[in-house]
């Protein structure tokens, strides 16, 4: 410490004879976020504008260019359009399902984790993989895991004696977005658990056994303790987890490309159908620009939920 | 006959605590098998011989009569692009990293450590940002990157990966620059530092920990990515190591199952490891703030 002091002393006389401007707090500041928020504005800001507009037009991969204006015509052809009712309502399905069983399977695990035996730290990398790994490399593998012939899953279950015969995973349509759904909720399980047991671990022990000591079960402490105080901690992680699984387009893709017949298709997998394989680039931001109410619906959803309960 | 009874009911409790261990394994083991079954799957079908792989006859769950075998994994580094998508993964994920840290950098300490108008919004703002979802935005910015000439080169996600790194790890190193106390900084500028020289001398030595941990997460986070770099490049020569394993190993409706499972497994369980290892600090970036 000493040395450092006296290493910087040295220093003194040069920086006092030319006193920056940069030095101000008022102006250093803007100058070091600048380059950050210049990159955001441009590769961020712009693009979202430019989605808006290119709902509005007839823009195609093929051809530079915008397009021309075409008014609300994109939007109005979608909502003529069966295959788009099919996602959104898959969306909503999706989204609100694979919510309750993360939310389920990530309470029940951030406790088994919580208890912190011996070896917790082997299972939380086994039990963590879901999430690590890079998700187009799990879904790819979980098309495997459904095979029509060789599913490892199906002679799983025959072995348990709960199947007797090859459910086609893939090929039917309830199956094929129960299927959608398990793999989502296979990768973000884990990280409801994180979550949970990070807001957990912040709440000090003298609080819950003081509410012990009032008579407050280990499901009341939960509820009216726990839940609570790590609210804040909640609202961040299934904002972010929510956002994933509305927007997500990847497990789609890989495991069915929105078949049979279109009818397991997301907002996200459609409208890439719709900008980039079939290069209506207009009508694909139409699609994704019409995730922007649902998002801000469950934004404004989660937000009060979690607020009601901080009382 | 009071010690009698006390010792039953030690033994009673040491039961029970027993009893609920057991429990808290078992149910961990549950939870293990979910998670880890697509990861042994991909480890018994990348070296697992054809005969073997596809006999409906063979116990599934491990190697069988026909034993190991290493010719899924030749094929993928001999006749299909792995190399080279590797290759890209590495020069995409250099660079982001490089491009994230010269960004994020500057502007989380700033953010967390320099009062000046706007900062706190500004905080807010860049939060909100990584939540824009890259549903919304591939679609633009595959106008964008055409205008800029960057379609179907590995320059494309070098722009692109940025856009989600940069917000996120902004908000990792403000929190990270908030750990180092504020006194060893003024400090040297007491010594007659000025600012910038005291970030240069005292701050950037102590926040080398919170800089290697956003360079780890700039990687990970771009190796999870899927849209852009399915939507940016689809010439086999750009392509990084998730797309091309999952795209290039399918040809017509014929799957490489074993090559694509070893493609997978190389691909996947670093990523998985350096992942795990900055976990917490990931969680501690996302929920940055929210808890004190």
Not at chain 1, 115 to 119: A, G, Q, S
Not at chain 1, 147 to 150: I, L, S, V
Not at chain 2, 56 to 61: D, E, G, N, T, Y
């Given at each position: 410490m000493a040395e450092t002091v006296s290493a910087l002393g040295v220093r003194r006389r040069a920086s006092r004879s030319s006193p920056l401007r940069l030095d101000r707090q008022s102006v250093l500041g803007p100058v070091l976020v600048a380059p950050a928020i210049l990159f955001i504005a441009v590769l961020v800001g712009y693009p979202f504008v430019l989605a808006i507009y290119l709902s509005v037009s007839d823009a195609d991969v093929a051809t530079s260019g915008l397009g021309r204006f075409v008014g609300l015509q994109n939007f109005v052809a979608l909502f003529e359009a069966d295959v788009f009712w099919t996602a959104l309502r898959n969306t909503l399905l999706f989204t609100a399902v694979s919510w309750l069983f993360k939310g389920l399977l990530g309470t029940i695990l951030a406790f088994l984790l919580n208890?912190?035996?011996?070896?917790t730290r082997v299972f939380r990398f086994v039990i963590l993989l879901p999430w690590t790994i890079p998700i187009a490399l799990s879904s790819i593998t979980w098309k495997w895991m459904f095979?029509?012939?060789?599913s490892i899953v199906n002679w799983i279950g025959r072995a348990l004696g709960l199947i007797h015969e090859n459910p086609n995973w893939l090929g039917e349509p309830t199956l094929a977005m129960i299927s959608i759904i398990a793999v989502n909720v296979w990768r973000g399980f884990p990280f409801s658990a994180v979550i949970l047991l990070a807001g957990m671990t912040s709440i000090p022990q003298e609080i819950l056994d003081a509410a012990h000591v009032d008579g407050a079960g280990p499901v009341t402490r939960f509820r009216k303790v726990v839940v609570p105080m790590i609210a804040p901690i909640l609202f961040v992680g299934t904002l972010y987890d929510l956002v994933f699984s509305l927007t997500d387009m990847t497990v789609v893709y890989l495991l069915t490309l929105g078949g049979p017949a279109n009818t397991t298709h997301v907002l996200a997998s459609f409208a890439y159908l719709v900008g980039i394989q079939s290069g209506a680039l207009g009508r694909g931001a139409a699609t994704a620009l019409l995730l922007l109410p649902i998002l801000a619906v469950v934004v404004f959803v989660t937000l009060r939920t979690l607020r009601r309960r901080d009382i | 006959m009071a010690a009698a009874a006390a010792y039953a009911a030690e033994r009673r409790q040491s039961r029970r605590a027993l009893r609920k261990k057991l429990l808290v394994y078992a149910g961990l083991c549950v939870y293990a098998v979910v998670a880890g079954l697509p990861v042994y799957w991909m480890f018994i079908t990348a070296f697992k011989p054809n005969p073997d792989l596809y006999n409906?006859?063979?116990?599934?769950?491990f190697f069988n009569e026909h034993g190991v075998t290493l010719e899924h994994v030749a094929l993928l580094f001999n006749k299909t692009g792995f190399t080279t998508w590797a290759g890209n993964t590495l020069i995409v994920a250099v660079a982001v990293v490089l491009i994230t840290l010269l960004f994020a950098v500057p502007a989380g300490y700033a953010l967390a450590r320099l009062r000046f108008r706007g900062a706190e919004s500004l905080t807010i703002g860049i939060f909100m940002t990584y939540l824009v979802p890259t549903t919304l935005l591939f679609l633009p910015l595959v106008k964008i990157i055409s205008t800029i000439g960057?379609?179907?080169?590995l320059g494309s996600l070098i722009v692109a990966y940025p856009t989600f790194t940069i917000p996120f790890c902004t908000w990792l190193m403000a929190g990270f620059f908030k750990t180092v106390p504020f006194e060893i900084e003024e400090a040297a500028m007491v010594d007659g530092c000025s600012r910038l020289g005291a970030i240069a001398r005292v701050v950037l030595p102590l926040s080398l920990t919170g800089m290697f941990t956003v360079a780890i997460f700039a990687f990970t986070l771009s190796m999870q990515d899927f849209i852009y770099a399915l939507t940016f490049v689809t010439s086999s020569d750009q392509k990084v190591i998730t797309v091309g394993v999952v795209t290039e190993l399918i040809r017509g409706d014929v799957f490489f199952w074993g090559s694509l499972m070893a493609g997978a497994l190389i691909a996947g369980v670093p990523v998985a490891i350096l992942y795990t290892f900055f976990l917490d600090r990931f969680v501690a970036g996302i929920t940055g703030g929210a808890v004190k």
């Open positions: 208890e912190n035996l011996r070896f095979d029509t012939q060789y | 409906l006859k063979a116990f599934p769950l960057l379609f179907d080169k």
